[in-house]
C-alpha cells in the first residue's frame, strides 16, 4: 500500500471507476459489484476485531479492545483492493486477448506464440466439446443424470475424447506453421497496427514526470496518514498538495484524452 | 546461442535487481509486489529456458493445445461446481512429458483460462501454482517412476491442498502489515472444504483416468517421437 | 517453362511394408492447372506434401524431384517456402491466430519481411479480393468458407509461383467450395500461377483444369487433358474411377452412338447444346412408384416449433412442422445457416424448443426420455470419430454389447463387421482410419443396439465417391431392412439417388415436402446436374445418370 490516506484513496477510486465507465458504460463493472461490495465490507468489519493495535478505544468486544485506528486500517485496505480490481476490470476490457501480447512477444516470441495459439484454441475446444457433448449424450453418458462418479466419468471421457481428436489434428496445425516459415532460420519480424507517435513519447516522458513526483513524494511520507499507533491529522502539508494533483492528473488522464475527443465530436 | 545465453543472465540479473530496487523503495512495505516480483522473475527463468531451447514446431502445438484442453476442462462439469478437472491435466502432462513441459501448461493453462474468465491479482499465483503442480509430476515419474496408483493418488491429493494454499498466499501477503497468526489460520482454514474436494477430485479422475490418458499421450508422443526428455528415457531404461 | 519434374519418386512410410509412391513421373509446365484425384491412399496426398519441403514426411525417398531444373534439396530453403504455397484440408487446422490480421501476416513475420513491405502487400491483396469486412474479425467467427479463404490469402501474401491445395474443398459446403474454385481459377487465369489440387469433388474441377491426373496404389493411372481421361476411363470402364466422371460427361457417353473426345460435355450449358443438337423424341410420361397408400404412423413428430439460440438473436426455426412416419428416408436440404442442424438437434431432444411440440414415438419428449430412449435412435454426426472412447473398434463394440446386455455379442459384432466390409478394421484405432472406413465403424457400433432410426448429419462429406458409392448401398440396405432415416445434407446428387422424401428448410420452416423426383423437378437451380441438363429438353426429365440411361434404353427398345 503505497498511498494510504483515505482522501487520495477515495479520489483514485472515483476516478478510476469513471474511467471504468467510459470504457463500457460499467458493464462490467457492475458484474464484479457484488463481490467488490461484500469483500470491503468483511475487510471493514473484520479487520477490527482481529486486531487490536490503536490507542483510541471505541468499546470492548469479548474483552478485546475495538480501536478506530484498525476500523480506519480496514477502511484504507478496503479502498485499495477495491482500487485493484477496478484497475484490473479496466486492464481486462483494454488489452483484451492479444493485445498484450503484442508486448511480449517481442522479449518471449515462443511463449508469446504459445499464449496465442492457446487462446485461438480456446473456442475451437468449446464447440468440439459441443459435438463430443451430443454424440455422447445420445450413447447415454450423461451429465445431467446418475450418481456423481458416473457422471464425472462421462465428464472426463469427454475431455479425453477431445484429446485424441485433437492430437491428431495437431500434426496439420504444425504442417501449416511450417509452410508457412515458420522455424525457419533467419531474423524474424513483427507486424504491429500498433505505433508511438512523437507526442506518445511526450506524454509518456510527462506521465513518468508526474510518477517520480508520486513516488518520490511517496517516500517521504506525503500523502500517507500515519495509523498506527494513534490516528495522526487528516490535514495536508503543502507538498501533500503537490503530490496529490500530480496523482490526479495521473489517474484521470485516460478521461482527459477520452474527452477531449468526445468534446471534438459533439 | 550465445545471445540466448546472454539473455538469460540478463533476464536473471534484472530479477535480482527488481528485487533489490523493490526492497530500496517500498521499505519492506509492499509484500505483495515483493512476493509478484519473486513469483514473475522464477516464471520468467523458466519462459526463458524454453525460450533458448531447440524445439520442434510440432511441440510448441501440442504444449498450447494442451493448455487449451487444460482451460476448457472446466466446461463439462459448469454442473458440478467442486470438480477441479484441469489439475488432473496438467500433473498428466507433467508425467508424460516431463517436468518442463508440465510447467509450461500449467502456467498457460491458467492464464488463458483467466483471459477468458478474468485476470486477477490471483493470476502469476494461479500460473506459479499450477506451473508447479505440472513440474513436480516431471520430477516425481524421473524418482519415482509412474505405475504406482497409489503414489499418485497421494501425489495428486497433497496437490490439492498444496495449490490452495498457495492461492491463499495471495491474500495474506497482501496483507502483510496486519499479519497475525489467527488471521493465516482463519484464511486455511476457511479454504479447507474447498481445498479437500480439490483433492478428491484429483484421486478421483488420477484413479478413473490416468492409465488411458497415459495411454493417449504415449502413443502420441511414440508416433511422432515428442517431447522426449534424454534423462527420462534413461530412467525408464534403467527401471 | 517446365517448373516441376518429379522423376521415378517412390516413397515408403517408416514401419510399412509398401510403397505409398511407386516410381511416380510426372512433369509440369508453368502456369498449368493439374487437378490429382484418386481413392484415400493412392498417394496423392504424400506427393503433394513431398513437393512441399518443410512438410515432406519422414520415411524412405528415392528418386527426383526437381523445381526449375534443379534439385529440391539444391535451393535455398527461404526460396522454396515463398515460391511453393500450401493450403490444406481442414480449414480449422491451419489457423494458428486469434486476430484475422494476425493470422494473415504470420507468414511475412515468420521470414523478416519488414513493416511496410506487410503493409504494401497486405493492402494490395485485401483490393484484389475485396475482403476488407474480413480484417478486423476473429478467427473463430468466420464460417468455414471464409476460413479456408483466409488460409488461401495468407499462403498468397507470400507470393508463390506454385500453389499446393490438399483437398481444400472437401470441409466446405457447396456454395463456399465454388467460391474458392473460383478464386483458385483467377490465380491461374490471371496472375499465372501454377495449381496443383488434391481433390474428391472432381465435378466442378474437370471444367476448369488444364489437366487431370488419377493415381492409383502410389502409380499414376491417367494423365490428360480432362475429356481425355474421361473418354480413357470410359472406355476402358475403369470402376475405380468412373465415379469421379462427371455425370453429364457420363451420359454423352453413354448415350452418344459416335463420341468424340472433343465434344464431350463438361458442365451443364455444353450438356444441354449437345441433347439440343439431337433429333427430338416423343415425350413419355413417368409414373412416381413405389407411391404407398398406407399411412404408418409418425415416429418423430414436430408441431409449430419455434427456437433461438439468444434472446436477442433471430428465430432458427419458426413455427416448423415436421413428422418422420415410420420406413421413411427423409432429407432436409437447405442452405447454410437455414437451421438444418438445429432442426436435426431438436428432433434429437438435445435441444428444447421455446415453443411447440416435439413428439417422438407418439410421446412427448421430455429431458428424462431423451436420456432413456437413446437404444432407439443412432445419429451419425458430421465427427463419427467423436463416437469412439476405446482404443480399437472392436473393444468399443464390445463395451456396448456389455453396456447393453446383448446376447451372442460376437456373433453380432462378426455379422455387423462383416456387413459393412470392415473386417480388416477390427483391431484399428478409430483415428488411424480414413473418412469412410470411421463412418461404418460408427454405424456398425450403434447398429448393435437395434434402433429403429438413424439420424444423419451431412454423411457425404469429405467422402470420396467410392466411399459415397459404399455409404449408398449401405444405407440402401438398412432402409430396406425396416430402419427409418433422417438425413440432413448439401449433397444434391446423393440426396436424388437415395432418399424417398426431400424437404427444404427456408426462414425457419420446411417449404417444400415431397418425393425426390416432383421435389427436385420443379427447381430451377437446386437440382442435380443432369436434370438441369434435361429440364425444358425435348428429352423426359430425369433426376440421376441411371435413370437417363434407363429410359433412354426403354426408348431404343420401344
Known amino acids: 500500500m503505497y498511498f494510504n490516506h483515505p482522501i487520495f484513496l477515495v479520489t483514485i477510486l472515483l476516478l478510476l471507476i469513471f474511467v471504468n465507465i467510459s470504457h463500457d458504460g460499467g458493464k462490467d463493472l457492475r458484474k464484479w459489484l457484488p463481490t467488490l461490495s461484500i469483500m470491503s465490507t468483511l475487510i471493514i468489519l473484520i479487520n477490527p476485531f482481529l486486531v487490536s493495535r490503536g490507542t483510541t478505544i471505541l468499546f470492548y468486544f469479548r474483552g478485546k479492545q475495538v480501536t478506530v485506528e484498525a476500523f480506519m486500517y480496514g477502511i484504507t485496505m478496503a479502498l485499495f483492493i477495491a482500487i485493484i480490481l477496478v484497475i484490473f476490470i479496466s486492464f481486462n476490457i483494454i488489452l483484451n486477448g492479444n493485445r498484450f501480447l503484442y508486448i511480449f512477444s517481442k522479449f518471449l516470441p515462443r511463449i508469446a506464440l504459445m499464449i496465442m495459439m492457446a487462446i485461438r484454441f480456446v473456442p475451437l475446444m468449446k464447440r468440439r466439446l459441443d459435438e463430443i457433448g451430443d454424440v455422447q449424450r445420445l450413447r447415454g453418458m450423461s451429465m445431467t443424470v446418475g450418481s456423481l462418479k458416473t457422471r464425472v466419468r462421462s465428464g472426463m471421457l469427454r475431455i479425453q475424447i477431445l484429446l485424441t481428436w485433437s492430437l491428431e489434428e495437431a500434426v496439420h496445425v504444425s504442417n501449416s506453421m511450417k509452410a508457412r516459415g515458420y522455424g525457419s532460420e533467419g531474423k524474424k519480424s513483427s507486424y504491429t497496427p500498433y505505433y508511438m507517435e512523437k507526442r506518445d513519447w511526450f506524454w509518456l516522458f510527462v506521465l513518468a514526470s508526474l510518477m517520480v513526483v508520486c513516488f518520490y513524494g511517496g517516500k517521504l511520507g506525503y500523502g500517507q496518514m500515519i495509523i498506527y499507533p494513534e490516528l495522526g491529522p487528516w490535514q495536508f502539508f503543502q507538498f501533500d498538495w503537490v503530490v496529490f494533483f500530480c496523482m490526479l492528473i495521473l489517474t484521470s488522464f485516460p478521461l482527459i484524452t477520452e474527452g477531449r475527443e468526445k468534446l471534438r465530436w459533439k | ?239 | 517453362m517446365e517448373m516441376i519434374n518429379v522423376n521415378g519418386l517412390s516413397f515408403q512410410y517408416p514401419e510399412s511394408a509398401s510403397y505409398a509412391l511407386d516410381g511416380v513421373n510426372l512433369r509440369l509446365k508453368q502456369g498449368e492447372f493439374v487437378v490429382v484425384g484418386g481413392p484415400s491412399g493412392c498417394g496423392k496426398s504424400t506427393l503433394l506434401h513431398l513437393l512441399k519441403r518443410e512438410i515432406a514426411p519422414h520415411g524412405s525417398p528415392s528418386g527426383d524431384i526437381s523445381y526449375f531444373g534443379k534439385s529440391l534439396d539444391e535451393w535455398e530453403e527461404r526460396v522454396l517456402m515463398e515460391e511453393i504455397g500450401l493450403v490444406l484440408q481442414d480449414p480449422e487446422n491451419q489457423i494458428i491466430m486469434d486476430d484475422v490480421m494476425q493470422e494473415l501476416v504470420f507468414g511475412m513475420e515468420n521470414l523478416g519481411y519488414s513493416p511496410i513491405d506487410m503493409r504494401l502487400r497486405l493492402a494490395e491483396m485485401v483490393h484484389t479480393f475485396s475482403v476488407e469486412h474480413l480484417l478486423n474479425q476473429k478467427t473463430t467467427t468466420l464460417s468455414g468458407g471464409q476460413k479456408q479463404q483466409l488460409n488461401l490469402l495468407s499462403a498468397l501474401l507470400l507470393k508463390p509461383k506454385l500453389l499446393l491445395l490438399d483437398e481444400p474443398t472437401s470441409q466446405l459446403d457447396p456454395v463456399a467450395a465454388k467460391d474458392l474454385l473460383v478464386m483458385l481459377e483467377r490465380l491461374s487465369k490471371e496472375l499465372g500461377i501454377t495449381v496443383i489440387v488434391v481433390e474428391h469433388r472432381l465435378e466442378e474441377l474437370f471444367d476448369k483444369a488444364d489437366r487431370i491426373v488419377f493415381m492409383q496404389e502410389g502409380k499414376i493411372a491417367y494423365d490428360g487433358k480432362s475429356r481425355e481421361v474421361i473418354h480413357q476411363v470410359f472406355k476402358q470402364q475403369d470402376t475405380s474411377f468412373l465415379p469421379y466422371i462427371p455425370a453429364i460427361s457420363q451420359m454423352y457417353l453413354e448415350m452418344e452412338h459416335s463420341p468424340t473426345v472433343n465434344q464431350i460435355p463438361l458442365n451443364v450449358n455444353e450438356g444441354k447444346a449437345w441433347l439440343a443438337s439431337l433429333p427430338a423424341m416423343d415425350q413419355m410420361i413417368k409414373k412416381e412408384n413405389g407411391k404407398s397408400t398406407e399411412n404408418p404412423k409418425p415416429i418423430i413428430e414436430l408441431k409449430d416449433v419455434y427456437y433461438q439460440y439468444e434472446k436477442s438473436s433471430s428465430m432458427v426455426l419458426s413455427k416448423l412442422s415436421l413428422s418422420l412416419k415410420k420406413g421413411d428416408f427423409y432429407a432436409v436440404m437447405g442452405g447454410n445457416g437455414s437451421g438444418k442442424t438445429t432442426l436435426l438437434k431438436t428432433c434429437l431432444g438435445l435441444l428444447k424448443p421455446q415453443r411447440g411440440i416435439v413428439k417422438r414415438f407418439g410421446r412427448k419428449l421430455t429431458n428424462k426420455s431423451v436420456n432413456r430412449v437413446h437404444q432407439n435412435i443412432a445419429y451419425l454426426s458430421q465427427q463419427p470419430h467423436t463416437f469412439f472412447i476405446q482404443d480399437s473398434i472392436e473393444k468399443e463394440m464390445l463395451l456396448i454389447t456389455e453396456q447393453h446386455e446383448i446376447q451372442d455379442s460376437e456373433q453380432q459384432i462378426d455379422s455387423l463387421l462383416n456387413t459393412f466390409g470392415i473386417e480388416h478394421l477390427r483391431n484399428r484405432h478409430p483415428y488411424d482410419c480414413s473418412g469412410g472406413e470411421i463412418q461404418k465403424a460408427a454405424l456398425a457400433c450403434m447398429l448393435l443396439t437395434k434402433p429403429t432410426i438413424l439420424l444423419m448429419d451431412e454423411p457425404t462429406k469429405g467422402l470420396d465417391p467410392i466411399s459415397k458409392i459404399k455409404l449408398q448401398s449401405i444405407l440402401r440396405r438398412l432402409h430396406s431392412e425396416g430402419l427409418t432415416i433422417l438425413m440432413v445434407t448439401h449433397d444434391i446428387e446423393f440426396t436424388a439417388r437415395i432418399a424417398t422424401k426431400c424437404a427444404m428448410i427456408f426462414d425457419g420452416k420446411i417449404t417444400a415436402e415431397a418425393p425426390p423426383h416432383s421435389f427436385f423437378k420443379g427447381n430451377y437451380f437446386y437440382t442435380t446436374s443432369i436434370n438441369r441438363v434435361t429440364q425444358n429438353s425435348q428429352f423426359p426429365e430425369v433426376l440421376t445418370l441411371e435413370e437417363a440411361v434407363h429410359s433412354w434404353q426403354e426408348r431404343e427398345l420401344a
Open chain 2, 1 to 239: 546461442m550465445a545471445r540466448a545465453r546472454a539473455s538469460l543472465i540478463i533476464a536473471t540479473a534484472t530479477v535480482f535487481i527488481m528485487l533489490i530496487v523493490m526492497y530500496a523503495v517500498f521499505n519492506y512495505h509492499n509484500y505483495l509486489l515483493l512476493s509478484l516480483g519473486i513469483i514473475g522473475g522464477i516464471m520468467m527463468l523458466f519462459f526463458i529456458r524454453f525460450e533458448i531451447k531447440t524445439v520442434k514446431t510440432r511441440e510448441i502445438v501440442i504444449l498450447a493445445l494442451l493448455a487449451a484442453i487444460g482451460a476448457v476442462a472446466r466446461v463439462p462439469f459448469a454442473g458440478l461446481p467442486s470438480v477441479q478437472p484441469t489439475s488432473f491435466v496438467i500433473i498428466t502432462v507433467g508425467l508424460v512429458f516431463g517436468a518442463e513441459s508440465g510447467f509450461l501448461v500449467g502456467a498457460l493453462a491458467a492464464l488463458v483460462s483467466n483471459i477468458f474468465l478474468g485476470q486477477g491479482p490471483w493470476t502469476p499465483w494461479q500460473m506459479f501454482a499450477w506451473g508447479t503442480m505440472g513440474m513436480s509430476a516431471g520430477l516425481l515419474r524421473q524418482f519415482a517412476g509412474m505405475g504406482n496408483l497409489w503414489v499418485l493418488n497421494t501425489f495428486g491429493f497433497i496437490w490439492g491442498f498444496i495449490f490452495g494454499w498457495m492461492m491463499n498466499l495471495w491474500i495474506v501477503f497482501s496483507n502483510m502489515q496486519n499479519f497475525t497468526w489467527e488471521f493465516l489460520v482463519g484464511i486455511y482454514v476457511s479454504s479447507f472444504y474447498h481445498d479437500l474436494a480439490h483433492a478428491i477430485s484429483n484421486i478421483v479422475f488420477i484413479s478413473l483416468f490416468s492409465m488411458s490418458w497415459t495411454r493417449i499421450l504415449n502413443r502420441f508422443k511414440k508416433k511422432h517421437g515428442l517431447l522426449e526428455d534424454p534423462a527420462l528415457n534413461q530412467t525408464i531404461n534403467r527401471t
